[in-house]
């Protein structure tokens, strides 16, 4: 595994990405993190609304 090196990813902050990882890995982060924004946003309307709703 010489040669390779690999860099943790930062903290997600809008589409930032692992400055390391190639394009196509790029764009699946982007659709994880996409895909996480929505669950946190259906979470929230979920809570905000209340049990009895």
């Known amino acids: 595994m010489e ?3 690999r ?3 930062k903290p997600w902050h809008g589409l930032e990405v692992c400055a390391v990882c190639s394009e196509k890995s ?3 982060c982007e659709i994880t993190l996409n895909a996480q924004k929505s669950a946190e946003a ?3 309307e979920f809570i905000s609304e ?3 709703q």
Do not use: F, S
Request: charged content about 20%; hydrophobic content about 35%; cysteine-free.
């Open 50 to 52: 209340g049990p009895n």
């Open 3 to 5: 040669g390779k090196k």
């Open 26 to 28: 790029n764009r699946y």
């Open 7 to 9: 860099v943790a990813p």
């Open 42 to 44: 259906i979470v929230a």
